[in-house]
Structures are given as C-alpha cells and as structure tokens.
C-alpha cells in the first residue's frame, strides 16, 4: 500500500527536480555575495581630494584669536553686554574709564592684526571645526569689546574716535569669513552689526573732515568683504572634508545611525531603519562628490542677482537632507544684507558730506558722484545689475529718505525694518539701519 509521502522513483530521479534544488539556494548565495560586494564597494573611505591653499607666513588671524582671548579675561566685562539692571552702574564714568584701561592692550592687538593678511585656518577635520566654536566666540567678544569702547569715547564726547573703534571692529568682521565657510561667514556679520549698531548714530555728530576720514576707511574695509560665491566655494571644500573625517571616525555604519537620528543604544523605528539601509547602500565617494557639486552650483547661482529663491535641486540623500535652504537662501540673505547696509552706510555718509557743502541734500544720488562717491551703490536686493538705492530728497532738499528693499523684495515706501537681517516686511533705511538706535536723521 503507497502512503502519501512515498514519490514515484521516476519522480524522485527527475534531474528538473534535483536542479531547482540546487538553483534556488544557489541564487540567494548569489544574490547575498552580490550584496556584500555592493556594501563593501559603496563603503570604501571616500575617495576625494581637497584642496588646501598655502596659509599666510603673518596672518593676522593669530592676532585676532590672542585679541579675543585677551577681551574674555578681561576684569571689567564690556558695557556693551550690561544688562538693563546694570546698565546704570556700567555706564558710569568710572567703570567705563576701568574698562577703557583693560579693553587697551586688546584693541592694540586687534588692530596689529588689521595691518597683516587674513586666512582661518582651512578646516579639514572634525577637530578643527570644535576649535573653530571657541575661536569664533571670542571672535564675538572681541567686537563687543570693541563697541564697548566706542560707548567709552562716546560718554566722554568724543564721536570721531568712538566711529574709528568701530571701525576697527567692522573691519574685523569683514575679514573673519576669509577661509572659514559658511560660519565664520555668520560671525563675520554678527561682529560687524554689533558695530554698525553703535557707528550710525554717530554720523550726524561729526565734522566734513571727520566724515571723509571714514568714508575712506570704509571703502579700504570694502575691498576686503568677501563675496557669497567664495564663501560657498570654501564651504564645498571645509564641509567635504568634514565628512570625509568623520566617515573615518564613525566606521561607516556608525556614521549612518548617526545621520538616521538613532540614539545610542537604541533600536532604530522604521523610518531610520530605511534610511540606514539607503545609506549603506550609497557610494559614499559618488554621494559627497554630489553634495560637493551642490555647494558649487549654489556658488554658481549667487552670481546672480538676489531673489529669494533657488534652482540648485538639493541633493537625495542622508547627509543633504538637512541642508533645507540654508545655503541657497537663508545664508546668502545675510551675506546680501551685510552688502546693502553697508551701501547704505557710504551713501548717507556721502549725502551727509554734500549737506555740508551745499546746505541742502542732492536732488539725485548721481550728484554725489565723484566728489563723495565713486559710483552710484547699487541695491544688492534690487533684482538686477544698475538697480540703484531707492532715494529721494524731502522737506525742500532739508532731510532725504534712502533705503534698499530689503530681503523680501518689495518697495515698503522706506518703512524700517527692526532688524536689517532677518527676512521680515520692511526697507533698510539709512538714519534707521537699527530702529531702536536710530538718529533722525541730521537735524538742520
């Protein structure tokens, strides 16, 4: 009697049979080395070079960091920084007249280094980034320093040299962002608003002379602002060659749970774990030389004038996928605005000049060229090349309203903005760069 389980011997000896025995197992330790050999190949050390320019013998970044080291142990701390409940106390002619005698030696430092060249260190590892946040913290403590000085000179009724410690300080933010990236970028303008913020008021305070001393020193500062497209182009490199580092320090996979935002010691959801696996899956070198090309094409585009949007597609993967619009949009706003108020400082300085002379201001921006300025500024956020300032002449040629659109674009007719970074309603408006410190304007 045949049971169920017993076969046909001809059944059993079908060489068909034996052969699908044989492929199904065979095509899974196919399909599994085939795996292994993608993940080892797509996990190779990122396989780029990164240019490193040669540094400058005198740099004067070492002048800076020793300056800025010097301000944060200073016994008497910047009024600058006075809270509103110490304010009164900090303001006082002796403490200022204490902070003055501390704030010396640092500002003969700062200044030392504003005579040398200029190059952060290149960053190129992981370590070289922690450094640099301390660096640029004292960085911003040394502007602070600087316009605490300027308060200094101010209290004791001297205006001009309180504007030439400002302009010191000005000069320092110009010159931080040269090959540091995007961030030094940032704490470049963060240094030189803490200064603009005290220099404006100050302009209707000074004589003809005083005002063309300092339109000159703000053009030599001028010519060493550094444009969006460099920043962004040191930024490919600096950011490579971070991850680079730290895919060497993570072991790869380490790296991945990292990017996936799995905390230590914790399973990963469904979400991360997918993200793990595109990850491993990806050609590293292929993925940072497309991130590379991102921050390069972004460069590209900030040739072009400032419009609040992008065309550069971000990249798709794990390590892109946070960038938002941070480079495209956020930061080059900042960099665009840094431009136009400092268009706006050289034009009212120019008009303030002409005022002098003529007894009344310019029907036209036009008539200040040559004699106070070398061209007519154009509004960085105007839309396109030979888009001057908005400006026009009020109270029969007594007062004048000048100002750029600002980040959103649109002609608010010169109404202020709070604050002449952000992107919200509202014109960069000469004589009210800063609302809260805002002059008036010269009055007559």
């Keep these: 009697m045949k049971t169920n ?6 059944h059993r000896n079908d060489p068909k049979a034996r052969g699908c025995c044989f492929l199904v197992p065979g095509i899974l330790l196919i399909g599994i080395i085939a795996i292994i050999v993608i ?13 490193t320019p040669a540094m400058p013998t005198v740099n004067a970044y070492n ?23 110490q304010q009164q106390q900090e303001q006082s002619s002796a403490y200022l007249a204490a902070f003055h005698k ?20 290149l960053g190129r590892t992981l370590s070289d980034d922690l450094k640099s946040i301390g660096t640029h913290a004292s960085f911003r403590e ?33 010159m931080i962002p040269h090959g540091g990236g995007l961030i030094a970028g940032f704490v470049g303008i963060a240094c030189e608003a803490v200064c603009i913020h005290q220099l ?14 300092i339109a000159s020193r703000l053009n030599q500062i001028e010519i060493k602002r550094l444009s969006y497209v460099e920043t962004m182009k040191e930024e490919a490199d600096r950011t490579t060659a971070y991850d680079i580092d730290a895919f060497h320090r993570a072991k790869g996979t380490d790296f991945g749970r990292s990017l996936a935002g799995v905390q230590e010691g914790r399973w990963p959801n469904w979400r991360q774990f997918r993200e793990m696996v595109k990850y491993s899956m990806t050609d590293k070198t292929k993925m940072l030389q497309e991130n590379r090309a991102y921050f390069l094409a972004v460069a590209e585009e900030a040739r072009k004038p400032y419009s609040g949007q992008t ?25 665009v605005s840094a431009e136009a108020v400092a268009a706006l400082l050289r034009s009212e300085i120019a008009l303030y000049r002409y005022h002098a002379a003529y007894d009344h201001y310019p029907n036209a921006l036009a008539q200040l060229v040559p004699a106070y300025l070398n061209s007519v500024p154009n509004d960085p956020f105007g839309g396109g090349a ?23 674009l649109r002609d608010d007719g010169g109404k202020p903005k709070r604050n002449p970074y952000d992107d919200k309603p509202g014109d960069i408006v000469a004589s009210h760069i800063w609302p809260q410190k805002a002059n008036g304007g010269r009055k007559q």
């Design 102 to 121: 501390d704030a010396g030696p640092v500002l003969i430092v700062l200044r030392r280094g504003l005579t040398k060249p200029y190059l952060q260190p």
């Design 311 to 335: 065309h550069v597609p971000l990249p798709d993967n794990l390590i892109a996928k946070d960038f938002g619009d941070l480079y495209p949009i956020r930061g080059r706003r900042l960099f």
């Design 386 to 408: 030979n888009i001057p300032l908005h400006y026009r002449v009020t109270n029969d040629g007594r007062s004048f309203l000048l100002y750029s659109l600002g980040p959103d």
């Design 63 to 85: 002048d800076f960091v020793l300056a800025g080291q010097m301000a944060r142990g200073m016994q008497h701390k910047t009024p600058y920084d006075a809270l509103p409940q």
């Design 39 to 51: 993940y080892v190949n797509d996990n190779r050390p990122p396989d780029i070079v990164i240019p």
């Design 142 to 174: 040394l502007a602070r320093t600087v316009a605490g000085e300027a308060e200094y000179y101010r209290h004791n009724g001297q205006p001009a040299r309180a504007a030439n410690v400002l302009l010191d300080g000005m000069e320092l933010g110009v």
């Design 5 to 10: 389980n017993e076969r046909p011997a001809s």
């Design 200 to 213: 404006e008021p100050l302009l209707p305070h000074l004589s003809p002379a005083e005002l063309a001393q």
